[in-house]
């Protein structure tokens, strides 16, 4: 008997997604229920070959359903996620609200598997933040090798990132420049078309936004406390994918062909690395793709033991949707929980 596994925030770039990656992984759902709030209630979505109506969050009851995916905010997954988890559903949250309580699991699966077992505290599993999760794939087999001291990463986030809003942003204000119409800041706080904006979520106090904060916190919890990464966050006018170049420090030494081969072998890592025009991943072969690929792999001789990475990936499928499906595959492959209708 297969698990019955919902959907919250059904109707968004992730929540799509979502669906999406479950199909095509062949995850052992019985049945799927997106839900949505009150105004997407009746939409429909699709799950591989099947179109499935939306049902509302607000009155559905989770009492027989065995996993929650959640893309629906963070606020909508402060108040939901205790509640959902209470009825004996494991929610698997996407927002950034669980992913730095220590009583709740942190995960991406190719790093830190192990700690999914810690579920069972709060019944909540953090998915990282979509930049975080790429790089910290493609840090873990090189950190086993040779122990990363420091990591100095510079993003180039997506528009999707920033959800539905921030593609529809980047669309407008393209044909708005090609036609002269006025050009309308909404969703960022400069032109994204044709521009980069060094400021992803809101500053803090010591001048580093919280998109920056974030990874450092998230790559000190799925990898190691020790590691000291400094980041600065970059929207680009790229609609789908994000990129990251990478400063490595290491305690031992390691170099580009042992670094290559190494994460050739690695889990979720594909190495394109040629030295040629061409011989790179941009964010557009990524799209669609569950990898994350490492480019660009070479030695940075201003440091001892230093290395430098180019890591993209689909910001929506690894840094979101797929990780979080990867997540329920854990549960479910290590037999921590069961159908509930099998148990009854």
């Not at 999406?20 to 699709?46: C, K, N, W, Y």
């Not at 939901?80 to 209470?86: G, K, L, Q, T, V």
């Not at 979509?130 to 790089?135: E, K, M, N, R």
């Amino acid at each position: 008997m297969g698990y019955k596994v919902a959907i919250a925030g059904a109707t968004g770039n992730v929540g799509r997604e979502m669906l999406t990656v479950l199909a095509e992984r062949g995850f052992p759902a019985d049945e799927i229920v997106p839900l949505a709030s009150r105004r997407s209630q009746g939409s429909e979505v699709s799950y591989g070959d099947h179109t499935l109506k939306v049902r509302s969050l607000d009155s559905y009851d989770f009492s027989d359903t065995d996993i929650c995916l959640m893309s629906a905010g963070g606020s909508v997954s402060k108040e939901w996620a205790p509640r959902i988890a209470d009825r004996g559903c494991v929610v698997i949250d996407n927002s950034s609200a669980w992913r730095y309580d220590a009583a709740v699991p942190l995960i991406v699966p190719e790093v830190n598997a192990d700690a999914v077992v810690d579920f069972t505290r709060r019944n909540i599993i953090a998915n990282p933040n979509c930049s975080t999760a790429q790089l910290v794939v493609a840090l873990k087999p090189l950190h086993d090798a040779a122990t990363i001291s420091r990591v100095v990463v510079a993003t180039y986030q997506s528009v999707s990132g920033a959800g539905k809003e921030g593609a529809d942003e980047l669309f407008t204000q393209t044909r708005a420049v090609f036609v002269s119409d006025p050009i309308e800041n909404r969703k960022f706080t400069k032109r994204i078309a044709f521009n980069v904006i060094p400021h992803i979520d809101v500053f803090m106090e010591d001048g580093a936004t919280k998109e920056e904060w974030k990874m450092v916190a998230e790559t000190k919890k799925i990898l190691d406390p020790k590691i000291k990464l400094v980041a600065t966050c970059v929207r680009v006018p790229v609609f789908v994918g994000h990129s990251e170049a990478v400063a490595l420090e290491f305690e031992r030494p390691i170099d580009p062909d042992r670094a290559r081969d190494i994460l050739r072998e690695a889990p979720g890592c594909l190495v394109v690395d040629k030295h040629e025009d061409g011989g790179y991943v941009t964010p557009v072969e990524a799209v669609g793709e569950d990898a994350t690929y490492i480019s660009r792999i070479r030695e940075d001789p201003t440091v001892e033991n230093g290395l430098m990475l180019w890591v993209v990936s689909d910001n929506l499928r690894k840094g979101a949707a797929t990780n979080a499906v990867q997540i329920a595959e854990l549960l479910v492959n290590r037999k921590l929980i069961q159908p509930k209708r099998e148990a009854a």
